[in-house]
């Protein structure tokens, strides 16, 4: 189909079923959807020219449970929300990719040099780059095609704008080029591989698993070669409640010391139990030791190890209060968690700047407004940045108010979780 028929298509039909299960029912904001697919379009057609094209959208992700417990081998809840990145992209016949964004500079990737580049390093043609080399690897087709993305993860927003985009690209070579077959675990793991690899940047597999498959997803990675991918069968807009992120718009410059830190401490943790990793004993194990240990690895850690511990298995304690359907249980278990983050775990704010407590403050209120009736929590890695709320209808008008009155109008981010990962859209 052309672009002057998509577009045509597009403006005149703003309840697109489709729509509906990326984006919600909100009439508002399914023709605020509209008008931005067809102006990516109609750039796509000023770049690129008239071609038959296609169109993809990759959601970002949100942390349920699970906080700092991955990179210890651990469980994790993520879901797929409703804020995403969109693409219209077609074959350009050759062995390049040329990509234009709403949110970088456009840039070309070819295909015939997938070794990683130092000078792509932390940039979006390194991921390009990376993703490609491995599919090829991997024995799948690859080829050059032209895109324009437009970018609807807010950056720093905590919902992992850079997962988002790689599982879209994987998402466009699997349609364009595969028929649409490769699943989406494997475009999840490639997506991390190129992050890892050529990229430069140290990550592990939630945040593609769950904008790559969608939905709620619990991912244990007692194997981390291997991690076990659990889809959880909820409906969430049942409930009657918003998730709703908060960018509390702290300072998130010199925080890499103290995300290196927390893991190793709860290695070292681990190491005098004869471990690599805290998944590897239990919280009774470092319960009897920590008396011998204390001043050997520091009371935080021991807090720390009790955190991944009890965190650990609050995560299968959300996963079946789901199933289960007890979503009172399931909430508490979410307040929970927020209380051993800031009790045990210590990553909301940082020490050696008390001054400036974003997350501290975003959460008393949150508890303020919220206490008995929803749920509240840190969100991501801490530190700054983001906290996580479940608030119901008739909080939410309130909610948003209070806090966008604390951090600044549009801080709150009311979301809801979104059954489908990285798609094509069929028009």
Request: glycine letters at 8%.
């Amino acid at each position: 189909m052309s672009n002057s028929k998509y577009i045509d298509s597009l403006i005149n039909k703003d309840d697109i079923t489709q729509f509906r299960e990326l984006y919600g029912q909100n009439s508002e904001l399914l023709h605020q959807q509209t008008i931005r697919y067809t102006r990516t379009l109609s750039r796509f057609k000023e770049i690129f020219g008239e071609k038959e094209v296609s169109f993809f959208s990759s959601p970002g992700r949100t942390e349920i449970g699970g906080n700092h417990t991955d990179h210890n081998h651990g469980r994790v809840l993520a879901s797929a929300v409703n804020l995403d990145n969109i693409a219209v992209a077609a074959k350009n016949n050759s062995n390049i990719i040329r990509i234009e964004s709403s949110d970088y500079p456009s840039f070309e990737v070819d295909l015939n040099h997938l070794i990683p580049q130092e000078n792509e390093f932390l940039t979006s043609n390194a991921l390009v780059r990376g993703i490609n080399a491995r599919l090829k690897e991997l024995g799948y087709t690859i080829g050059g095609f032209d895109a324009v993305i437009n970018g609807g993860v807010p950056k720093g927003s905590g919902l992992s704008s850079s997962a988002s985009f790689e599982v879209l690209i994987g998402a466009i070579v699997s349609h364009l080029f595969n028929e649409g077959n490769i699943d989406p675990i494997v475009i999840a793991r490639i997506g991390q591989y190129a992050e890892n690899v050529f990229f430069g940047k140290p990550c592990g597999l939630m945040d593609q698993v769950a904008c790559s498959v969608g939905g709620l997803v619990m991912i244990d990675f007692e194997d981390i070669t291997n991690p076990v991918v659990k889809k959880v069968d909820f409906n969430f807009e049942s409930t009657g409640f918003s998730l709703v992120i908060t960018d509390t718009r702290g300072d998130h410059t010199n925080l890499n010391d103290e995300y290196a830190v927390l893991p190793k401490e709860m290695k070292e943790v681990a190491a005098h139990l004869g471990c690599s990793v805290l998944r590897e004993t239990t919280l009774k194990k470092i319960m009897d030791i920590a008396p011998s240990i204390r001043k050997k690895v520091g009371d935080r850690a021991i807090l720390r190890a009790i955190h991944f511990e009890c965190e650990n298995d609050r995560v299968a304690d959300q996963v079946a209060a789901l199933e289960n359907n007890d979503f009172a249980k399931f909430l508490q278990l979410v307040v929970d968690s927020g209380h051993s983050s800031y009790m045990y775990n210590q990553n909301i704010y940082v020490p050696d700047n008390i001054q400036e407590q974003a997350v501290s403050l975003g959460l008393a209120y949150s508890e303020l407004v919220l206490k008995d009736a929803g749920a509240w929590r840190v969100h991501g890695g801490g530190f700054a940045g983001t906290i996580q709320a479940f608030v119901p209808e008739n909080l939410l008008e309130k909610y948003t108010a209070t806090l966008n009155h604390l951090f600044g109008a549009d801080a709150c981010h009311p979301l809801f979780i979104r059954q489908k990962g990285a798609v094509k859209l069929d028009f």
